[in-house]
């Protein structure tokens, strides 16, 4: 069993998800029509607020045509700080997680560093923070999702992960069972 090649896979399943998952935003700019699957949408002033799946947001966002809806801009900065301070307050508590928050975070720093020369100072403040706090929040949420699997409460806590970290955890609770029950035999 190669588990690397399944690790790779299950990401790439949460990045289709997430790229159909759809959000709110807000055009920034006046725009006569955008093409989303194969349908003509707009014209679009600005203001209009407009739910669409993040394929359709991303180039919006590259563009600064449209901006995510803070309600919806889980992958925000000031977000993020505020679940890791969360985190580390309760270090035995899982807080809960939007579904596809590893994903959207990974895909604002892909689409921040993609076009670093017309970007201005702040955007690589922000880039930095955010590649300096993602780890951080990571590893204190591996040491509970690891709690998680191995007390068994995975079922009450599912609804409080990310959809990676819930995939984690049904993994390492197959994999601690088997071991419990090949260990002395």
Known sequence: M?????????MKRFKMMFLNETRDCIFQKPISE????????GPFKKG?????PNWVIEPLLKHEIADVVPE????SLRRLQNL???EEKQPHKLQTFQPYLYTALNRKVLRLQSDRTSID???????EKLQRMIPFLVETRLSKILRVAKSGAYQEK??????????????????LSGWRQNILE
């Open 72 to 75: 919806d801009a889980y992958d």
């Open 84 to 86: 890791y301070r969360e």
């Open 2 to 10: 190669k588990i690397c090649s399944e690790v790779k896979d299950e």
């Open 34 to 41: 955008i093409v989303v699957g194969g349908n003509k949408l």
């Open 158 to 175: 599912r609804k409080q992960m990310a959809y990676e970290e819930r995939w984690l955890c049904e993994e390492l609770i197959d994999l």
């Open 121 to 127: 100072p702040r955007k690589y403040d922000e880039i």
């Open 48 to 52: 209009d607020r407009v739910n669409l």
